[in-house]
């Protein structure tokens, strides 16, 4: 099994942490295949969707500083542009509403993909309004919030925006002094492109679901709150432990409550929290699958135990089959 996981992917990395507190680590193939770069310690992979979480907490901060209330509609904190109703009246969706994907907000089917480097650049608000092939159709809420589970990266473009506001600076800086830098994290940033060009070297060439490299090695992913995250798989599991040692109310960084919202689940949707979904007791998932690669986080904030995986590929298969998960599983204990 563990064979063909590796042969699947052109690389992976692999960190554990077992009930005891011990890290172990493995890494696999190649950074970049055509330049015979090997994967280590300090290749940069995306996040994808586990950019979901690390905007949920973000968003849970500004809840505690008290700039924001997520339970209040998302439209009294946007002032340059509104979430509307299919109607054309403003939409009542909350904060919470859109981090746990019940606002009602969809995505198109082939949204959110293909965007290359060199190609125009596409802004937030372009998002918003469905001005390019790559949303071409406006955010709106099309559902009354609480109705239905609808997985929408749309919903966290709205996010995103949102925190641009409220923090009054661009989200990605927001993250970086808000998160990144306090937990002493120096390989983790959303991919705007004047930041992403810093760390270069050290990201990942991402391969499609044909195993040949993206056109400019990886995409550009201008919803960065949705999933323009890079990190390495050893900076995600310092937040991991981060986030478990706020539950358990051993953080300085995050409040005990604000860490519980989270991880706890939604009314008539217990599979999912805020930005992360429920994976049994005491467990949480996050992952993520995007053009350029695939993977996963995994915590029991009970024992302790955290694995992260990051892969350079798009298997065309989700983590369960591409052995992503898998791979993520090693690392636990049987109860």
């Given at each position: 099994?563990?064979?063909?996981?590796?042969?699947?992917?052109?690389?992976i990395?692999?960190?554990w942490?077992?009930?005891?507190?011990?890290?172990?680590?493995?890494?696999?193939?190649?950074?970049?295949?055509?330049?015979?770069?090997?994967?280590?310690?300090?290749?940069?992979?995306?996040a994808?969707?586990?950019?979901?979480?690390?905007?949920?907490?973000?968003?849970?901060?500004?809840?505690?500083?008290?700039?924001?209330?997520?339970?209040?509609?998302?439209?009294?904190?946007?002032?340059?542009?509104?979430?509307?109703?299919v109607?054309?009246?403003?939409?009542?969706?909350?904060?919470?509403?859109?981090?746990?994907?019940?606002?009602?907000?969809?995505?198109?089917?082939?949204?959110?993909?293909?965007?290359?480097?060199g190609?125009?650049?596409?802004?937030?608000?372009?998002?918003?309004e469905?001005?390019?092939?790559y949303?071409?159709r406006?955010?709106?809420?099309?559902k009354?919030?609480?109705?239905a589970?609808?997985?929408?990266?749309?919903?966290?473009?709205v996010?995103?925006?949102?925190?641009?506001?409220?923090?009054?600076?661009p989200?990605?800086?927001?993250a970086?002094?808000?998160?990144?830098?306090?937990?002493g994290?120096?390989?983790t940033?959303?991919a705007?492109?004047g930041?992403?060009?810093c760390?270069e070297?050290?990201?990942?060439?991402?391969?499609?679901?044909?195993?040949?490299?993206i056109?400019?090695?990886?995409?550009?992913?201008?919803?960065?709150?949705?999933?323009?995250l890079?990190?390495?798989?050893?900076?995600?599991?310092?937040?991991a432990?981060e986030?478990i040692?706020?539950?358990?109310?051993?953080?300085?960084?995050?409040?005990?409550?604000?860490?519980r919202?989270?991880a706890?689940?939604?009314?008539?949707?217990p599979?999912?929290?805020?930005?992360?979904?429920t994976?049994?007791?005491?467990r949480?998932?996050?992952?993520?699958?995007g053009?350029?690669?695939?993977?996963?986080?995994?915590?029991?904030?009970?024992?302790?135990?955290?694995?992260?995986?990051?892969?350079?590929?798009?298997?065309?298969?989700?983590?369960?089959?591409?052995?992503?998960?898998?791979?993520?599983?090693k690392?636990?204990?049987?109860?």
């Amino acid at each position: 099994m563990k064979e063909q996981i590796i042969h699947r992917f052109p690389g992976i990395g692999c960190v554990w942490v077992d009930a005891s507190g011990k890290d172990s680590a493995e890494y696999y193939g190649f950074a970049d295949k055509e330049n015979h770069i090997p994967v280590d310690e300090n290749t940069i992979f995306p996040a994808c969707s586990i950019s979901k979480f690390i905007t949920a907490m973000c968003i849970i901060k500004l809840h505690e500083q008290e700039l924001l209330n997520i339970d209040m509609p998302v439209n009294q904190y946007l002032q340059q542009w509104k979430l509307l109703a299919v109607n054309g009246t403003e939409s009542d969706a909350s904060v919470r509403s859109i981090l746990c994907h019940t606002a009602g907000i969809l995505d198109d089917e082939d949204a959110f993909y293909g965007h290359r480097h060199g190609d125009p650049e596409i802004s937030l608000m372009d998002i918003l309004e469905g001005r390019t092939s790559y949303n071409n159709r406006p955010v709106r809420a099309e559902k009354h919030q609480g109705l239905a589970f609808e997985y929408s990266d749309a919903g966290y473009c709205v996010l995103q925006l949102l925190a641009q506001e409220v923090a009054r600076k661009p989200f990605e800086d927001m993250a970086r002094e808000m998160l990144f830098e306090p937990l002493g994290l120096h390989s983790t940033f959303y991919a705007a492109p004047g930041i992403a060009v810093c760390f270069e070297d050290r990201m990942a060439t991402g391969y499609d679901d044909n195993g040949l490299p993206i056109p400019g090695r990886f995409p550009q992913v201008p919803d960065l709150a949705a999933s323009g995250l890079w990190s390495t798989p050893k900076e995600l599991v310092t937040i991991a432990k981060e986030f478990i040692k706020a539950i358990n109310g051993e953080s300085s960084f995050l409040q005990p409550a604000s860490a519980r919202e989270i991880a706890k689940p939604v009314k008539d949707f217990p599979w999912t929290g805020l930005g992360v979904f429920t994976g049994g007791e005491d467990r949480l998932v996050s992952q993520g699958w995007g053009e350029n690669g695939q993977c996963m986080l995994k915590m029991n904030y009970r024992t302790g135990e955290i694995s992260v995986v990051m892969t350079n590929r798009n298997p065309g298969v989700d983590q369960a089959e591409s052995g992503v998960e898998w791979l993520a599983d090693k690392g636990f204990s049987v109860e």
